[in-house]
């Protein structure tokens, strides 16, 4: 008899065979991308030394301030917009995009677009 499986847990396995391949290094940090039912968060980190750079999420008052929906995907387009920003302030234009196991639709995919027109390129 099969087991059924969360949402969640069928997103993590996703994520982790993903993972498998996707390393962020020093020149080319990872754009970690998640997606709550209330918010949108992004990351750059440095793989290597295990180290958040640049962070952007709807959590954050100047993010937020504006927005009808801290869950929609005009809220992923501003953090993925200012994450981007943030990097290019850091020096970092270049990244590896990881999607975290979910589609690249709807939100994730304004969030990669967003950054993408800020200047990241990935």
């Known amino acids: 008899m099969a087991v059924l499986k969360s949402r969640n847990q069928l997103r993590v396995r996703r994520h982790a ?9 020093a020149q080319r940090p990872r754009l ?5 039912l209330h918010h949108v968060y992004a990351q750059v980190i440095d793989d290597a030394t295990g180290q958040t750079l640049v962070a952007a999420s709807t959590r954050e008052k100047n993010v937020a301030n504006g927005l009808a929906s801290r869950s929609s995907a005009a809220a992923a ?8 920003e943030r990097a290019k302030e850091k020096g970092i234009s270049r990244v590896v995009f990881d999607r975290g ?3 690249y639709h709807g939100r994730i995919k304004a969030l990669a677009d967003a950054a993408r027109s800020a200047g990241l390129e990935f």
């Open 77 to 84: 387009q501003r953090v993925g917009t200012i994450v981007a």
């Open 101 to 103: 196991g979910y589609k």
């Open 32 to 36: 970690s991308v998640f997606r709550s």
């Open 17 to 25: 065979r993903i993972r498998k391949e996707l390393v962020g290094t």
